[in-house]
């Protein structure tokens, strides 16, 4: 579940600067997010993906949570059900994700990633690693091992897991699938 409060996403909060000690570390983190937002769109487009970055997100979390109500799966993308809906509905026809009814409740519709889905999103992972650990490499920093448990830590406290257990999570879908 996404753990920034709603006030966070609001066009006004959004720009104002936050001030003390965290205020550099903020505005870092910003800077870093549009580099990272700009890989992972160019990503994309190399791997020949096809998918918008919200197409993308939706099947990150369908891989890394697994099945998915189209209510809570617009709840974690921060959008109303009917956008999740259309949004789907494209993801469907492409053959990477499908709807699945349960045999006991079938009012209710679950989202799953297929076998292409969950390949589109390792292929699509294993070239942002490469293109991260170049970033990293060519920024010459002193110990970037030491940066890894305060980027976990703003992972975990934003709701996400992080990328060993996410990789694993994934192999278990491929799996499975």
């Given at each position: ?10 066009a ?42 919200s ?6 979390l ?10 809570d ?15 789907c509905?494209?993801l ?6 499908e709807?699945v ?6 009012r209710?519709?679950?989202l ?8 589109l999103v ?6 942002r690693?490469?293109a ?20 976990d ?15 694993d ?6 799996a499975?699938t």
């Open positions: 579940m996404n753990a920034v409060p709603p006030a966070a996403s609001s006004r909060a959004s720009t104002r600067r936050p001030s003390g000690a965290d205020a550099a570390l903020v505005d870092s983190l910003l800077s870093l997010s549009r580099v990272l937002v700009g890989l992972a769109a160019r990503t994309l487009g190399e791997i020949g993906a096809e998918v918008t970055l197409q993308y997100r939706a099947l990150v369908l891989a890394v949570r697994g099945r998915q109500r189209t209510g799966l617009a709840a974690e993308l921060g959008v109303q059900s009917s956008t999740v809906t259309r949004l509905d494209r469907i026809r492409r053959g990477l994700i709807r009814r349960q045999p006991d409740d079938r209710v519709a679950w799953d990633l297929t076998g292409e889905g969950a390949g390792a292929d699509t992972m294993a070239h690693r490469a991260i650990a170049e970033l990293v490499s060519s920024a010459e920093l002193e110990q970037p091992a030491g940066l890894a448990p305060v980027l830590a703003l992972v975990e406290a934003a709701g996400e897991t992080t990328d060993p257990d996410w990789l999570r994934l192999a278990e879908r491929r499975r």
